[in-house]
């Protein structure tokens, strides 16, 4: 497959942002022992303006994999660090692989009988359900141990609290695939609605940003969307762009006072507050990562289903939280979202 075509692909589908969102997700291409990758940090979508990817040796990945080694060293030439789940795709033993954080999985997959659910939509096509593992040698330890139980290898893993991986031998037929997990995973998102500048206004005594778009506004507006952002976060990304916990603002408190209140009790200052019934305050330091990742929180909300109860859907839990906030691989791409 040639660099372009790749490139081209991966832009396509960073587009869409139900599938992807800010720097998430990752593609790579396999020829010999050559795997071409995204590197970590960077965005599918701009695989057309830079070079998103680099290239490592498959044997070296293996031999990372048996070490028990997820820290991959980057390209010395161009400082290209290879994606957190470079040994995920090595694990794949398809030519051409994509993980993606595909919003309507990871909700199905976080309803108490999400495997169930799941296993209905999908059947008769080759997949393999996976609990929940820390992205990185973990999630490919448990992906390689799920992949020897088949005849032959799944070309679809649901990936619980995180996405889907696909693998497929050429671009047409991972469109093929990938097209008919989106119609058999379908979920309509609810109709958008428009923040309440009047009711934001009275709450800004930091001046805090309100973004014209009324997307992540509809974080605060829909009902089942503020559920969601009550709970713990769905997938990794939320968590590393937007914190453990959400700060959603009191009817009587300003912002002031709350943003201080949230730091000194969660310990981290957040970066976004959510004013019910009214829409979203972006502080003027939240990161390009963090308002994607609000953003992808108003499209998640607006497709949960309005039948699952509060604290229906599960999210990361605080082990897990903490576990993903100590992996240094994060911290790079935080570091990489700072630019
Ligand atoms: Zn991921």
Request: glycine share 8%.
């Amino acid at each position: 497959m040639e660099l372009e075509s790749l490139n081209s692909l991966s832009a396509a589908l960073g587009a869409d942002s139900s599938l992807i969102q800010g720097a998430g997700g990752n593609l790579s291409f396999k020829s010999g022992d050559r795997l071409i990758i995204k590197a970590s940090g960077t965005s599918m979508s701009q695989a057309k303006e830079k070079n998103i990817f680099t290239e490592v040796k498959i044997s070296e990945i293996l031999g990372s994999l048996e070490a028990g080694n997820d820290n991959l060293p980057p390209d010395p030439l161009t400082g290209h660090k290879p994606s957190i789940e470079t040994l995920l795709h090595v694990v794949m033993p398809h030519p051409l692989v994509v993980h993606l954080h595909m919003l309507s999985a990871i909700i199905f997959a976080a309803m108490a009988n999400g495997a169930e659910i799941i296993g209905q939509k999908l059947n008769g096509l080759n997949f393999a359900f996976l609990d929940y593992h820390r992205p990185g040698l973990p999630l490919a330890l448990a992906a390689r141990d799920a992949i020897k139980n088949f005849k032959s290898p799944p070309d679809i893993l649901i990936l619980k609290k995180h996405g889907l991986v696909l693998g497929a031998n050429s671009r047409d037929e991972l469109i093929l695939l990938l097209n008919d997990c989106i119609r058999r995973l379908d979920l309509p998102p609810r109709a958008m609605q428009q923040p309440r500048i009047d009711r934001l206004l009275p709450k800004n005594d930091l001046d805090w940003l309100i973004d014209s778009d009324p997307l992540p506004h509809n974080v605060a507006l829909d009902k089942t969307a503020l559920n969601l952002a009550k709970s713990a976060p769905l997938y990794p990304d939320h968590l590393v762009f937007l914190g453990p916990v959400m700060l959603i603002l009191g009817p009587s408190k300003p912002l002031a006072l709350s943003v201080l209140d949230h730091t000194i009790r969660h310990g981290h200052q957040p970066k976004v507050a959510i004013i019910p019934e009214a829409g979203v305050l972006i502080s003027p330091d939240a990161s390009f990562g963090a308002v994607a990742m609000l953003k992808a929180l108003a499209l998640t909300g607006l497709r949960a289903p309005e039948s699952v109860p509060i604290g229906g859907f599960e999210g990361l839990d605080a082990n897990q939280c903490r576990e993903l906030m100590n992996f240094n691989a994060e911290s790079h791409r935080l570091k990489m979202d700072a630019y």
